[in-house]
């Protein structure tokens, strides 16, 4: 009885996310084995080697409960309202980090419960393109949420960016490392992610020397919206980066007391590619702003050059236009009206006059 009334609270819970959000998730009915659509994988780890077959994770729960030197990690993907409530009933986990799981725009944090931590990531993936125009996609974006535990890790993910089968592989390839339990998990998730940081970063610095190029060439062909458009995808990359500071350092600081001390070692170590990153971030925001003012620049006095034209060019119409309009007045003793060469003399005077007007121009730079 008491665990409906907590499956009815938390379902309670998350339908006002939903409703606040304008979502309704698709309603997924439980099977007798607790199968879900959205759960990737669920594996159980003894002394840091995974226990073979496939495993429903209410059995697996129970057995590294009463397993010493275990735990359990259940992967899921972008699961569903029905879903979430059911695991979070059966491994207690809090309402509002299951809250904040459900949604798929979280800032970057670590949040400490009686029982469990709760940590929310953004991913990255940088988007090949051929060329940067105005409307081009740099930076996709995504989320990866942690329930730790002593003897559980939950992963929720959230869009395309990182998938973690090839981690976990990988982890597994490290009992050692696994052995240090669900935060070995976790370091591995934050390197992982940390890394795709610094991939992206060496990407998006490359489209900032092409951009820098195409500004400063001499048909100028870099346009300010081009310029716009990656500094907005760069705002949704330091959005991802910048705030993942502060969580990220206090683990590697000793300061989350749930963390091995053998582990803060290389978490200090994500931290510190972490910085490199962030020291990019800034310097890419910096630059950016300096190729937008020269473009700006540019424009003005591409401008200002065109006036000058302009002008230079309505100085010489001037001669034409003042002598015609001084002799269509039609003055009866007009002087010159009844000269035979007057009319040829008129033409010679405005040309000569257009030619050393021309010629003052141009060496003034105006033409």
Known sequence: MANERDHRRISRALSAVTRILGTAPARVPRGPDGDHRSLVDCAVYEK??????DHNYRDALAYVRRTPHSFLWLGLHEPTETELSDIAVTFDLHELPVE??????????????????????????????????????????????????????????????TELSSLRAGLEEK?????????????????????????CAAQIELDIDQLEDSVFARDRRGSI???????????EFKRAVLPLQRPLADIAGGHHGDVPVELQRYFRDVNDHLSRTVDQVVSFDD?????????????????????????AWAGIAAVWTAIAGIY???????????????????????????????????KSGWL
């Open 48 to 53: 840091g080697h995974r226990k073979p077959g």
């Open 100 to 161: 904040d799981a459900l949604t798929s725009f979280q800032r970057p944090k670590l949040e400490r419960y009686p029982a469990m931590s709760f940590a929310a990531i953004r991913t990255t993936r940088y988007v090949e393109h051929d060329e940067l125009t105005e409307t081009s996609e740099v930076v996709e974006t995504g989320h990866v949420m942690l329930f730790l535990a002593r003897d559980f890790v939950i992963t929720v993910r959230h869009g395309v960016p």
């Open 175 to 199: 009992p050692d490392l696994l052995a240090q339990g669900p935060w070995a998990v976790a370091h591995g998730i934050y390197d992982r992610i940390v890394d795709s940081y610094l991939d």
């Open 225 to 235: 919206q081009r310029i716009y458009q990656l500094k907005r995808e760069l705002v």
């Open 287 to 311: 630059l950016l702003n300096s190729i937008l003012t020269a473009r700006l620049t540019q424009v003005t006095v591409d401008q200002n050059d065109d006036m000058r034209k302009i002008a």
């Open 328 to 362: 269509g007045m039609n003055f009866d003793n007009m002087p010159e009206t009844h000269w035979t060469f007057g009319y040829p003399i008129m033409m010679g005077i405005c040309l000569v006059a257009s030619v050393v007007l021309y010629r003052q121009f141009r």
